[in-house]
């Protein structure tokens, strides 16, 4: 696997991959990689030729008061699983080339970067779109994958992408667990044995969530009240927020009716996680993914 670190030499790469008129896919990530990174490259894999991942701890999407100097930066481990998923490249730009002296230039969805998860970090998503928006100019991809477990950020690029005509399709993959429920997150790594025992209450209170929504429960503020009580019952555990949200624009719902989200934001210990239940109509009944 070649590793890429000039923009330059990236962005000759793909321009030679599309006059070949093959198919770019692109895995973009911070790194510290797990099986739900691991498992867009294989659906990369499965779609596209040359693949692509990115690594760039972006400084742009963390708050002041947030963990980038402590985020695992394992790059020997991750550069190994690349290799093994047989991807073609790693591109692994430097600060200086994504945010040259004098950058000044954002994106901001508005509305959808404003909601939810965008209110509780402020200039998160303006971050994530901007570093997002770079990667795609640079690499040109056909296809860009993303994983479900950030559905708020999958949702905005998408938005992105469209309003901005970019020549990529945004791919959002399902979430990928641990057997215990736990999401797969770069984050979990600062849990400690009692921290990471607790923080599986997030897929709990979903699943119990699941469970009213199979009864009939549809009103929003009644799942909700189910996801406050599992909460609550997680000594280590402190909620940030549980929305249900319309899936296209993460406005809050009264009642599901409609494909939408139950999102969650739960502090354990100090590790800030996040996760989230999908539900989407078929017919006069709901489906539920997990």
């Known amino acids: 696997m070649e ?13 030679n991959a599309r006059a070949e008129q093959r198919i770019i896919g692109l895995v973009p990530t911070m790194g510290a990689l797990h099986a739900g990174h691991i498992a867009l ?5 499965n779609e596209c030729s040359p693949v692509y991942a990115s690594i760039f ?13 402590k985020y695992p930066r394992p790059l020997e481990t991750d550069v190994e699983k690349l290799t093994a998923a047989n991807a073609d490249g790693l591109f692994l730009p430097d600060a200086a080339d994504i945010y040259p002296s004098g950058f000044s230039t954002y994106v901001h969805v508005e509305g959808l970067g404003d909601r939810v998860e965008g209110k509780a970090r402020p200039g998160h998503f303006r971050g994530v779109c901007t570093v997002v928006l770079k990667l795609l100019q640079i690499v040109q991809p056909h296809f860009a ?13 998408q938005q992105m992408a ?11 993959c399902p979430i990928v667990r641990e ?6 997150s770069s984050r979990n790594a600062f849990l400690n044995p009692e921290e990471r025992k607790a923080a599986t209450i997030l897929y709990q209170a979903l ?25 609550a019952g997680e000594p280590l555990a402190n909620m940030d927020y549980a929305e249900i949200v319309d899936a296209e624009t993460f406005e809050p719902v009264i009642r599901v009716a409609k494909r939408s989200y139950i999102v969650l934001a739960v502090r354990v210990g100090k590790t800030r996680l996040i996760d ?9 009944d709901l489906r539920v993914e997990l």
């Open 145 to 157: 994958y993303f994983g479900r477990k950030d559905a708020q950020q999958a949702r905005i690029i």
């Open 41 to 45: 490259v294989q659906q990369a894999r």
């Open 3 to 15: 590793i890429i670190r000039s923009v330059n030499w990236m962005r000759e790469k793909a321009r």
């Open 207 to 231: 699943l119990a969530a699941r469970q009213e929504l199979s009864a009939g429960t549809r009103d929003s503020q009644d799942l909700q009240r189910v996801i406050r009580q599992a909460i």
């Open 179 to 184: 057997p215990d429920g736990l999401a797969l």
């Open 276 to 284: 989230n239940l999908l539900i989407e109509p078929v017919g006069t």
């Open 162 to 172: 469209g309003d901005l005509n970019l020549d990529t399709e945004i791919v959002v």
């Open 57 to 69: 701890l972006n400084p742009k999407q963390f708050g002041a008061d947030e963990d980038l100097a």
